[in-house]
């Protein structure tokens, strides 16, 4: 059978680092970036006889996403061991949730090309990172960092509802813009912050019984997840097709030979000797605590999404880049309120102020003039006070300085010419130097009317009105 | 007369009358301590100098008319399971040998505050398991009251230097018996309050749900006080309980008249030494003398508690002794090549006989396949044990027993049979199991004059009412003002 007579079924569990200042279980920072070690206590090093006092902002946070992912939200959570050893893993135990995880039971829908789809959420837990082992340190040594030791994460686990890898890969993307807009989490796959493995397996066509699954790791780009699956699949089919069996197996993500490899086998697999965390006592979430943290939910990046077409009537396109960080959004509205054509907004947003916001790479909360002053200045365009061109200019220059357009308009002498008088003589002084020229066009070659337009623009320095000189021109050639 | 034979109080009396300084006092148990504990051995390590240092402050303090609290000055021993900042901290394993902690454990902060100066570290039973602390990785502790004898565990070196005057009282940790036992065989008070009393931060964890820190002193009345420094809640320990701290003496003179006392059935069985049962029997005898109602209770599910507690704490321990890894702190193996020989060597190296037993037995009780059959078991049967106290404690007001089911026992007797060692804590460990308080007050000596100890155990948070119905028996009798023959 070819590969397109296989269903792939894929599940993902995502790790999410939390936002929060400090650690989960100490009051270390959670900065990225410091000095080895140096975000460390002795309760994060796993010293003898310290205890873990749980961050209450974690356990927040947690609250926050289930409801955003419509989980059931247990009252009563239990922390547990998850024991193994490794030099990054300081206490020899993870400190993790098991079988009474804080979430369960909720969804998060995507996009597919068959329309909306639904994918379950099976569980959402807290637990807190291990440190970091670096191996090619020299001198044939192994060192260790524990600053992400005890950094909160969430892991989310998805039901194995995806089918191929183009569903999981927009599972992941709207999960994480989900966590950006909760600010639970920055989204960040390449510093691991945000990080994904996928659970995959193949079955023929219409069967019900799911295929031997393979757990697939270190997947820390959208492009390398779908790269890793799509591998996987093929990898699985044709181990069945020349008549042998997938193993049930942890697989690493070869980013150089774009493989998975095997990394350990079920048999390998450790042992954890889960048991309830007795220096923690059950986590209780009251009912108040849960309606006080739906009722502050923000909204949505989907329902956003659907209410920037409907609102503001903007092509899906447009909407999806607008809604997809909540400052962009936010600013969007904002203007939206000072300037009413939202398809020329729009444009403006995806043109102009997105290059310049990326090329300054300046953050959005740090703009230096106001919704009410880009409405201004394109309500300038849209009168003909100044060229669209010129706007530009002017938004480059509200951009750096903060001055209002109108000043910005008037230093720079960026007026736009519409003095139909003033134009008419710059026309007529054109047409009388290129006589030649006019020959041509009148023969036929109307590609010259672009020359005479630019010819009028350049002595005008762009601030002849567009429109008027093309409407003299156009009336002085005789046509 | 010498200031080592005062109790805590008596001499915190003196310390406040001005008729002793606290130097002098901590100057003289330094000199009991080189005088018999090369008999005794119940100390790893003496901090003289900082011993001293604390004790001058204390005295300047004084001067000023400013003491810390009604202890200040008072000193005082810590069985080597506390951290304590810049002093070598072992819980009597060769793993942790060097290993000087960078912090407090929050007892240990609330006895500085409390101007108490430390004169040193006390044996223990390697991580706290044993019952005889002959599996110290150093060396066992002796008995001041027989020398070829235990003083019992894990506390022992805790229990051996108040009972041999070294220190005038002592800090201990009771995991299932480890405070109360050594008390019994050394005739002195020991009280291992409610979980969730005394903080655990800072406390090397054997079973994180059966540990808890206690005072051992020599009177009742002194561990009433030193309960009163340790005793309150702590914001790093989320086991730590809110519950009010009481006055822990108000009430010590009250008398036990119109008291019910329960005497378990399950606790007086076969296997108990004769002369520890008729020194507890005369113990009930005198209770009822003195005005309480002995009530016969049961506790059915006493049987299970030595099962249930070899399931629970080991399994704990388990996990809570992975951290000993070679990487971070403590032995690394030398002869280490890889990592896997780290972990291999190190604890090959580093951890004891009973320790690596206990390792392997809740590893085993943790593994999947077995988890429910075992420590999930375990835990519902736990949950047995504590309805069977809950019960009882709706018909009477305490629970009188042995602590010991018999007086200290030869060094070495009992070190090849694990299993009989075990039964040493029989009735000590369901306490533990429920979380409850319980106290072991001198009720004796036996014909050869070895301490037997009494047992009474009290509701949550009744420490008060426990430390009362001790004070009534040790008003009655001289054993307190014993001392040992060394």
């Known amino acids: 059978m070819p590969v397109s007579d296989f269903q792939p079924v894929i599940g993902l569990e995502v790790h999410a680092q939390l936002l929060t200042q400090s650690k989960i279980f100490c009051g270390c920072s959670t900065a990225f970036g410091a000095e080895p070690n140096r975000n460390t206590c002795p309760v994060c090093l796993g010293m003898p006889g310290v205890l873990p006092v749980l961050n209450q902002r974690v356990a927040e946070f947690a609250v926050r996403t289930g409801l955003a992912l419509e989980c059931t939200i247990r009252p009563t959570s239990v922390w547990s061991r998850k024991n193994y050893f490794y030099p990054d893993l300081p206490k020899g135990y993870q400190i993790t949730q098991f079988d009474q995880p804080i979430c369960e039971h909720g969804r998060l829908v995507i996009d597919t090309p068959q329309g909306e789809k639904s994918i379950r959420i099976l569980r959402i837990h807290m637990e807190e990172d291990a440190g970091k082992s670096v191996h090619d340190a020299g001198g044939g040594q192994s060192l260790v960092d524990l600053n992400r030791a005890g950094v909160p994460l969430l892991e989310i686990v998805s039901q194995p509802d995806l089918r191929d890898a183009d569903e999981a890969v927009e599972y992941l993307k709207a999960m ?99 048991f309830p965390e007795p220096d923690l006592p059950p986590l209780h979430v009251s009912a108040e605590a849960i309606d006080a943290a739906a009722k502050a939910l923000p909204e949505l990046p989907r329902a956003k999404l659907q209410r920037f077409t409907r609102q503001y009537g903007l092509p899906a396109y447009d909407a999806r880049i607008l809604t997809a960080e909540r400052p962009l959004a936010d600013y969007f509205e904002a203007c939206a309120g000072h300037y009413k054509d939202y398809k020329k907004l729009s444009n403006w947003f995806l043109g102009e102020l997105m290059r310049l916001l990326k090329e300054e790479g300046t953050p959005l909360s740090a703009l230096r003039f106001t919704p009410a002053q880009l409405g201004e200045l394109l309500g300038a365009v849209d009168q003909g006070m100044v060229s669209a061109n010129a706007g530009k200019d002017v938004l480059g220059e509200m951009f750096r300085t903060g001055k209002a357009p109108s000043d910005i308009i008037a230093e720079k002498g960026l007026a736009q010419v519409s003095d139909t008088g003033a134009i008419e003589a710059v026309v007529d002084d054109i047409l009388a130097k290129n006589a030649g020229e006019i020959e041509k066009y009148r023969a036929g070659k109307k590609q010259v009317f672009g020359f005479f337009v630019g010819q009028v623009m350049r002595a005008m320095k762009g601030k002849g009105n567009p429109a008027l000189v093309n409407e003299l021109l156009k009336k002085k050639l005789g046509d | 007369m010498q200031l ?140 001041p009251w027989d020398v070829a004898r235990t003083p019992g565990g894990s506390s022992g070196g805790s229990a051996a230097a108040v009972a041999a005057r070294e220190v005038f009282g002592a800090l201990g940790t009771d995991t299932g018996g480890s405070i109360r036992q050594p008390a019994a065989l050394t005739n002195t008070v020991g009280l291992k309050p409610t979980y969730g009393r005394v903080s655990r931060f800072g406390v090397i964890a054997f079973a994180s749900s059966l540990d808890q820190p206690g005072p051992m002193t020599r009177t009742v009345a002194d561990a009433a006080a030193l309960l009163q420094v340790i005793a309150r809640p702590d914001a790093q320990d989320a086991t730590s309980a809110d519950a009010p701290v009481p006055d822990y003496s108000a009430d010590l003179e009250a008398g036990v008249r119109g008291l019910k006392l329960g005497v ?37 599910h006493t049987k299970y508690a030595l099962a249930t507690y070899y399931l629970i704490a080991p399994a704990e321990a388990s996990s809570n002794l992975a951290r000993y890894d070679g990487v971070r702190f403590g032995l690394r193996a030398k002869d280490a090549r890889s990592l896997r020989d780290v972990y291999a060597l190190t604890r090959e190296q580093g951890f004891g006989a009973e320790v690596k037993r206990r390792i392997m037995l809740g590893t085993f009780a943790l593994s999947s396949g077995y988890y429910d059959a075992h420590y999930l078991r375990a835990q519902k049967v736990r ?91 040790e008003r009655e009798h001289d054993f307190f003002h014993r001392s040992a023959p060394l």
């Open chain 1, 176 to 274: 994480r813009d989900v966590l950006v807009y909760l600010g639970v989490n920055d989204g960040n796959l390449e510093e691991g912050s945000f990080r994904c493995d996928a659970n995959v397996s193949v079955m023929p066509k219409g069967s019900t019984t799911f295929g031997q699954r393979c757990e697939l790791k270190n997947l820390n780009s959208f492009r390398f997840l779908k790269q890793a699956i799509e591998y996987e699949i093929a990898r699985q089919v044709d181990v069945i097709e020349s008549g042998g069996k997938v193993v049930q197996e942890t697989r690493l993500w070869d980013v150089n030979k774009g493989v998975t490899r095997s990394m350990r086998s079920k048999e390998e697999a450790h042992d954890y000797r889960y």
């Open chain 2, 383 to 473: 949950t047995l044990i504590r309805e069977d106290f809950t019960r009882a404690f709706q018909q009477v007001d305490a629970l009188l027993s042995p602590t010991s089911p018999v007086p200290a026992f030869k060094l070495g007797e009992k070190v090849e049979d694990p299993l009989s060692m075990y039964l040493m804590d029989i009735y000590t460990l369901p306490c533990n199991l429920a979380g409850l308080p319980g106290l072991s007050v001198p009720c004796g000596f036996t014909k050869a004059g070895l301490p037997v100890g009494l047992q009474i155990l009290g509701r949550p948070f009744d420490e008060a009412g426990l430390l009362r119905i001790a004070r009534a028996y």
């Open chain 2, 4 to 143: 080592t034979d005062l109790t805590m109080l008596e001499l915190a009396a003196k310390l406040a009358a001005g008729e002793a300084s606290s130097e002098e006092a901590t100057r003289a148990s330094l000199a009991r301590i080189q005088q018999v504990d090369p008999k005794v051995r119940a100390f790893l390590r003496v901090d003289e100098a900082g011993a001293l240092a604390a004790a001058r402050a204390s005295d300047a303090r004084r001067k000023s008319g400013s003491p810390a609290s009604a202890l200040d000055g008072v000193p005082l021993g810590l069985k080597d399971i506390f951290l304590t900042e810049g002093v070598e901290t072992t819980a009597g394993s060769r793993i942790l040998e060097g290993f000087v902690p960078p912090y407090d454990a929050t007892v240990v902060r609330l006895l500085k505050e409390a101007g108490l100066p430390l004169v040193g570290k006390l044996n223990m039973d390697e991580f706290a398991m044993g019952s005889s602390n002959e599996s110290s990785a150093f060396f066992p502790s002796h008995n």
């Open chain 2, 264 to 300: 378990p059935r399950e606790y007086f069985t076969e296997g108990m030494d004769p002369e520890v049962e008729a020194a507890v029997r005369e113990a009930l005898r005198e209770y009822e003398r003195l005005g309480a109602t002995l009530v016969d209770v049961s506790l059915p």
